[in-house]
């Protein structure tokens, strides 16, 4: 059964994806060589916690999700470095008034490959081609 929201809901379910939208922002260009896991997610942390929002990952081994090149997703951010052509994708969250925004985004480290780039940029297609399909229902 569909719920069918409020005016009032439907503007905290905006400001939870506006959150989420710049937490991922501040993410990416945090995403440089010598940078670690753990300081992009302290980062986010603190950048959430301004907004008035809570992280929706805290306590799953950090406030946001972040794998390096072949890691699965869900990846748990660390003392791990970035290098220079890493792919670093980034998965966070943020929770306010009751709801959830959560985005995910995928970056390369410094100069990157042509392969890297174009995988990103394939896997970038792939989904919007996914969401020209979606239809209610």
Same mark, same amino acid.
């Given at each position: 059964?569909?719920?069918?929201?409020?005016?009032?809901?439907?503007?905290?379910?905006?400001?939870?994806?506006?959150?989420?939208?710049?937490?991922?922002?501040?993410?990416?260009?945090?995403?440089?060589?010598?940078?670690?896991?753990?300081?992009?997610?302290?980062?986010?942390?603190?950048?959430?916690?301004?907004?008035?929002?809570?992280?929706?990952?805290?306590?799953?081994?950090?406030?946001? =999700?972040?794998? @390096?090149? /072949? %890691?699965?997703?869900?990846? $748990?951010?660390?003392?791990?470095?970035?290098?220079?052509?890493? !792919?670093?994708?980034?998965?966070?969250?943020?929770?306010?008034?009751?709801?959830?925004?959560?985005?995910?985004?995928?970056?390369? =480290?410094?100069? @990157?490959? /042509? %392969?890297?780039?174009?995988? $990103?940029?394939?896997?970038?297609?792939?989904?919007?081609?996914? !969401?020209?399909?979606?239809?209610?229902?």
């Amino acid at each position: 059964m569909i719920t069918l929201k409020s005016e009032k809901e439907i503007a905290l379910m905006r400001r939870a994806g506006k959150i989420t939208a710049a937490a991922r922002a501040l993410a990416r260009d945090m995403v440089k060589p010598g940078v670690t896991t753990q300081q992009i997610d302290k980062a986010v942390f603190e950048f959430i916690k301004s907004q008035g929002a809570v992280p929706s990952f805290l306590n799953y081994h950090g406030s946001a =999700c972040i794998s @390096v090149n /072949d %890691e699965v997703i869900h990846g $748990i951010p660390g003392k791990r470095v970035l290098k220079e052509g890493d !792919i670093v994708s980034v998965d966070v969250g943020a929770y306010i008034g009751g709801f959830h925004g959560d985005c995910a985004g995928t970056y390369p =480290c410094g100069q @990157v490959s /042509d %392969e890297a780039l174009d995988l $990103i940029r394939v896997t970038q297609q792939s989904f919007f081609e996914g !969401i020209r399909y979606a239809r209610e229902g």
